[in-house]
């Protein structure tokens, strides 16, 4: 057997190109372009390029890309004020604080402080406890685990009634995907660091979603024949036989797997591309609610 490739790049171009349709037959009737605002405290590098990818990707959504630079002493008071001034911005339909912030913020209540109609990074308190309950419905789910779903969905992947094994507990993927897997029926274990028999429990799984981020720790005796792989881990390595010194790989070793899986997303190019793509149709979502 050899794995079919989930294309994360062609579906989140779908997915950008659905949003950008919806957003030019809003505008054409008369009602308000789409706003994001991000926020960005202190010059991380990282952070910043990741601000700026999501500003291109609203651009060419025609959404508007509204972004704040803040100084990385800004202080708590400061920066929750500003929060406060885009929740009270009508041009204004989602906001999103990049993470991590600065030593001495409190991301908490920064997250709390959005408004939970504009949270589009589905973080908000409200919007996880609601997740979290069954019949409670979010305004907005958190985009990369909305992204893994997203994937499974439109490859076809039937949720209802399998078993799904989710590596890691992060509240950023592992735990809304996990919670999300159940609200589509499936039968959830979530594996950690202290899971007794990893290996034996993975083997179960007819859906495996991999975020801990270490590299190729998963190997292709692990997975069960026909499972589907969903790897959301993106972790830099050393590769002297690369002209350029390093590659990308995920949570599974990726070649090993696809001699077992029955469909598995690359690293890169699986789930990264649908993170920004759910953010996009976030900010629609938001922009619509407002009406």
Same mark, same amino acid.
């Given at each position: 057997?050899?794995?079919?490739?989930?294309?994360?790049?062609?579906?989140?171009?779908?997915? /950008?190109?659905?949003?950008?349709?919806? +957003?030019?037959?809003?505008?054409?009737?008369?009602?308000?372009?789409?706003?994001?605002?991000? %926020?960005?405290?202190?010059?991380?590098?990282?952070?910043?390029?990741? %601000?700026?990818?999501? #500003?291109?990707?609203?651009?060419?959504?025609?959404?508007?890309?509204?972004? $704040?630079? &803040?100084?990385?002493?800004?202080? #708590?008071?400061?920066?929750?004020?500003?929060?406060?001034?885009?929740?009270?911005?009508?041009? +204004?339909?989602?906001? =999103?604080? *990049?993470? !991590?912030?600065?030593?001495?913020?409190?991301?908490? /209540? +920064?997250? *709390?402080?959005?408004?939970? @109609?504009?949270?589009?990074?589905?973080?908000? !308190?409200? @919007? $996880?406890?609601?997740?979290? #309950?069954?019949?409670?419905?979010?305004?907005?789910?958190?985009?990369?685990?909305?992204?893994?779903?997203? &994937?499974?969905?439109?490859?076809?992947?039937?949720?209802?009634?399998?078993?799904? %094994?989710?590596?890691? /507990?992060? @509240? $950023?993927?592992g735990m809304p995907v996990a919670l999300m897997l159940v609200e589509h029926n499936a039968t959830v274990t979530i594996c950690h660091s202290r899971t007794k028999d990893l290996k034996g429990l993975i083997q179960t799984a007819d859906v495996l979603v991999c975020a801990v981020g270490r !590299?190729?720790? %998963?190997?292709?005796?692990?997975?069960? !024949?026909?499972?589907?792989?969903?790897?959301?881990?993106?972790?830099k390595v050393d590769a002297p036989e690369l002209e350029k010194g390093y590659k990308w790989v995920g949570d599974v070793a990726f070649d090993e797997a696809m001699e077992v899986a029955s469909a598995i997303t690359p690293v890169p190019g699986g789930v990264g591309p649908m993170t920004i793509?759910?953010?996009? #149709?976030?900010?629609?979502?938001?922009? *619509? =609610?407002?009406?």
């Amino acid at each position: 057997m050899t794995a079919n490739i989930i294309n994360g790049k062609e579906i989140a171009k779908d997915v /950008r190109r659905e949003v950008k349709e919806a +957003v030019e037959e809003r505008v054409a009737t008369g009602k308000s372009v789409p706003g994001l605002a991000t %926020v960005l405290v202190g010059s991380d590098p990282a952070s910043g390029m990741y %601000v700026k990818m999501k #500003q291109r990707a609203c651009n060419k959504a025609g959404i508007n890309a509204f972004h $704040i630079d &803040l100084p990385a002493d800004t202080s #708590q008071e400061e920066l929750e004020a500003k929060v406060a001034e885009l929740n009270a911005d009508e041009n +204004v339909h989602g906001i =999103l604080v *990049q993470l !991590p912030l600065p030593d001495g913020l409190d991301e908490e /209540r +920064v997250l *709390q402080a959005i408004d939970v @109609n504009k949270d589009v990074d589905g973080f908000h !308190p409200l @919007n $996880i406890g609601r997740l979290a #309950q069954k019949g409670r419905t979010p305004v907005f789910m958190p985009a990369t685990p909305a992204g893994c779903i997203e &994937l499974l969905k439109r490859t076809g992947v039937e949720l209802e009634g399998a078993n799904a %094994v989710v590596l890691g /507990r992060s @509240n $950023i993927v592992g735990m809304p995907v996990a919670l999300m897997l159940v609200e589509h029926n499936a039968t959830v274990t979530i594996c950690h660091s202290r899971t007794k028999d990893l290996k034996g429990l993975i083997q179960t799984a007819d859906v495996l979603v991999c975020a801990v981020g270490r !590299p190729e720790m %998963v190997k292709g005796d692990w997975i069960k !024949p026909g499972a589907v792989v969903i790897d959301v881990a993106t972790v830099k390595v050393d590769a002297p036989e690369l002209e350029k010194g390093y590659k990308w790989v995920g949570d599974v070793a990726f070649d090993e797997a696809m001699e077992v899986a029955s469909a598995i997303t690359p690293v890169p190019g699986g789930v990264g591309p649908m993170t920004i793509a759910i953010l996009l #149709q976030n900010t629609l979502k938001a922009a *619509q =609610l407002a009406d």
